[in-house]
Every structure is written in C-alpha cells, then in structure tokens.
C-alpha cells in the first residue's frame, strides 16, 4: 500500500510529537502552582502525572507516523 501524505510534513508532526512532552514539562511556570486542585491533589502534581500516559502516546504517535509498513 502507498504512504500519503507529505515526507516533510511527516517529519514535523514527529518532531512535534517528541518535542511536545519535553516542552510541557520543562515549562515548569505553567505548572508551578497548587490549584486547580484534583481529588485533592495540587496541580503540580497531577499535571506531572497526566504526562506520563500523554508521553507514552505520543511516542506511539511518532512511531506509527514512521512505521515503513502499516500495521494489518
């Protein structure tokens, strides 16, 4: 099956899709604060651990974006 889609757009989209995890966590002003609260919990801390599973997707993003066959 053919690939679609531009080779150098393809390229971008991984790059952002990597780059995107170490930006929102090493923006640490974005985070630094202790509400909006979750259950309880200070959002320092909750938004620390929502980019855990954020990351593993974006990584599985970036890895079907340079899959050279499609999965079947």
């Known amino acids: ?18 780059l995107a995890p170490a930006a929102g966590l090493l923006w640490v002003p974005l ?10 919990t200070p959002f320092f801390y909750w938004y620390q651990l929502a980019w855990v599973p954020g990351c ?5 993003a970036a890895y079907a974006l340079t899959r050279d066959h499609p999965h079947r």
Request: glycine share 16%; with cysteine; charged share 15%.
């Open 1 to 18: 099956m053919a690939r679609t889609g531009h080779p150098r757009l393809r390229r971008v989209a991984v790059a952002l899709l990597l």
């Open 31 to 40: 985070y630094a604060g202790a509400g909006p609260r979750l259950a309880g």
């Open 56 to 60: 593993g997707l974006c990584l599985l």
